[in-house]
Structures are given as structure tokens and as C-alpha cells.
């Protein structure tokens, strides 16, 4: 695939030489399938991450509103998404090999065109390959919750990594979180809330939208009386 970038500009706001990471290493099981699609799909459908902007429209090889999606896990939410709204073109970050290789593997069973996947740190992605007021929306669902106190510091929903997030939105584009950990997700609706690029759609929390499909994981959790909080905010205009 013939990837055309552009460098980022002087002004691209930049979290610090050290920042929250969307992720933390873990050793994790991963599949004869996965790892074949690991091998023989990511030429295809995988783009490298690089310190410059990325062109959506060469690299989805048309002009579309662009969706990006953290942390995607298996891919199960991001594929049926995208098969139901091919309009829109969706690039999904994720750092572990099963997730990718699951996502990989869906795209060709599904025969997915509007998919590009970059297997790297989403706050780098965001910082040097996102070009600012360029997103047409967000989707952030049920990240790393970090139960314990003492951990709290290294959720991915905070101050700076919003501020830098909104940045990349272009004015109406939409930030879509979820969560079905009740502490963090009012301290997503706090964080949120108090960031003065975005507005929110609701009084506190959402209503799941019908785009966002319900996952297995999240049936079983509702059955047994689990609470799942949506977040809808948008960029606002000024």
C-alpha cells in the first residue's frame, strides 16, 4: 500500500517526553489464525507508525469522515460498526498481536474496505500521525479500568490526553466513551466535562447509542445486574 504523509506541523500540541500510555505489557494468549493473520493480512491492512500526518484519503483511497477507535481488543464492536456504516472510514489503534490478528482475520471474513489499523501507543498515534481539527469522531469503549487506588493515575481518560484528543476533532465531531466500571466513569464524565473544547450531549451520561453493538461480554455483565455509562460529547464549534 502506497501510504502518503505529509510532516507534522510546529504548532502540533505535544503531551510531555513521558505521557499515559494506552496500554501496559502484558503477556497474552495468541492463536495459530491470529498469528497467520498477523503475517499474511497486515501488509494489506496495517499502516506503520511514523513521526508524520497521515492523508486519510490516500490511504482508504477515498475521501470520507474518519472514525478513529482506541483500544478495539478483538475487533468483535469495531467490525460490526464498520460493516454497518460503510460512509465512513474507520481507523482502529491497538497494541497487542491477538487483538490485531482478530481484527485482521474479521476484515477478510467480512470483506471490510473501510479499515486501517495502526498496531502502536494511541497517545504517539495522536500526537504525530493525527493532523489537528481532522477526526470525525471517537470512539474510546470499555479501556483499561485500573480498579485499584493506586492505579488510578494510569487510566488513559485524563486532562491531557483529552485536550490532545480534541484537538484532532474537527468542530462537531463526536467523542463516544463507555465503560462498565461506575468510579471511572464519573471520573470520565469529571475529566470531560472539564475539558472547554468539548460539550456534552446529554445531562451526564448517555443512552447507548444503536451504532455501539452490544458485546457479549457486556450482556452477560447487564444479566447479572453490571451497569455500563456511555459518554457522548462533542467538539464544539468556536
Given at each position: 500500500?502506497?501510504?502518503?504523509?505529509?510532516?507534522?506541523?510546529?504548532?502540533?500540541?505535544?503531551?510531555?517526553?513521558?505521557?499515559?500510555?494506552?496500554?501496559?505489557?502484558?503477556?497474552?494468549?495468541?492463536?495459530?489464525?491470529?498469528?497467520?493473520?498477523?503475517?499474511?493480512?497486515?501488509?494489506?491492512?496495517?499502516?506503520?507508525?511514523?513521526?508524520?500526518?497521515?492523508?486519510?484519503?490516500?490511504?482508504?483511497?477515498?475521501?470520507?469522515?474518519?472514525?478513529?477507535?482506541?483500544?478495539?481488543?478483538?475487533?468483535?464492536?469495531?467490525?460490526?460498526?464498520?460493516?454497518?456504516?460503510?460512509?465512513?472510514?474507520?481507523?482502529?489503534?491497538?497494541?497487542?498481536?491477538?487483538?490485531?490478528?482478530?481484527?485482521?482475520?474479521?476484515?477478510?471474513?467480512?470483506?471490510?474496505?473501510?479499515?486501517?489499523?495502526?498496531?502502536?501507543?494511541?497517545?504517539?498515534?495522536?500526537?504525530?500521525?493525527?493532523?489537528?481539527?481532522?477526526?470525525?469522531?471517537?470512539?474510546?469503549?470499555?479501556?483499561?479500568?485500573?480498579?485499584?487506588?493506586?492505579?488510578?493515575?494510569?487510566?488513559?481518560?485524563?486532562?491531557?490526553?483529552?485536550?490532545?484528543?480534541?484537538?484532532?476533532?474537527?468542530?462537531?465531531?463526536?467523542?463516544?466513551?463507555?465503560?462498565?466500571?461506575?468510579?471511572y466513569s464519573h471520573q470520565m464524565l469529571e475529566v470531560l466535562t472539564a475539558e472547554p473544547q468539548l460539550e456534552n450531549t446529554c445531562e451526564g451520561f448517555a443512552p447507548r447509542p444503536d451504532y455501539r453493538p452490544q458485546t457479549k461480554f457486556e450482556t452477560?455483565?447487564?444479566?447479572?445486574?453490571?451497569?455500563?455509562?456511555?459518554?457522548?460529547?462533542?467538539?464544539?464549534?468556536?
Amino acid at each position: 500500500m502506497n501510504i502518503q504523509v505529509t510532516p507534522p506541523s510546529s504548532d502540533t500540541p505535544a503531551i510531555g517526553g513521558t505521557h499515559i500510555r494506552s496500554f501496559v505489557h502484558r503477556r497474552s494468549h495468541i492463536t495459530l489464525r491470529q498469528q497467520q493473520a498477523l503475517e499474511q493480512l497486515a501488509p494489506r491492512w496495517s499502516l506503520p507508525y511514523k513521526p508524520a500526518l497521515l492523508n486519510p484519503e490516500a490511504v482508504f483511497g477515498r475521501a470520507a469522515p474518519t472514525i478513529l477507535e482506541i483500544g478495539f481488543g478483538m475487533g468483535e464492536t469495531t467490525a460490526k460498526i464498520a460493516l454497518a456504516r460503510p460512509e465512513d472510514n474507520f481507523l482502529g489503534v491497538e497494541v497487542f498481536n491477538a487483538g490485531v490478528g482478530s481484527m485482521l482475520q474479521k476484515i477478510e471474513d467480512n470483506g471490510l474496505q473501510n479499515i486501517r489499523i495502526i498496531q502502536h501507543d494511541a497517545v504517539e498515534v495522536l500526537r504525530d500521525m493525527i493532523a489537528p481539527d481532522s477526526l470525525a469522531g471517537v470512539h474510546i469503549y470499555f479501556p483499561d479500568p485500573w480498579p485499584k487506588k493506586r492505579h488510578h493515575k494510569r487510566r488513559l481518560i485524563q486532562a491531557p490526553f483529552i485536550a490532545l484528543l480534541a484537538s484532532r476533532m474537527k468542530p462537531g465531531a463526536y467523542l463516544h466513551c463507555a465503560t462498565d466500571w461506575e468510579h471511572y466513569s464519573h471520573q470520565m464524565l469529571e475529566v470531560l466535562t472539564a475539558e472547554p473544547q468539548l460539550e456534552n450531549t446529554c445531562e451526564g451520561f448517555a443512552p447507548r447509542p444503536d451504532y455501539r453493538p452490544q458485546t457479549k461480554f457486556e450482556t452477560r455483565g447487564l444479566r447479572l445486574g453490571h451497569g455500563v455509562w456511555d459518554l457522548i460529547f462533542r467538539r464544539s464549534q468556536a
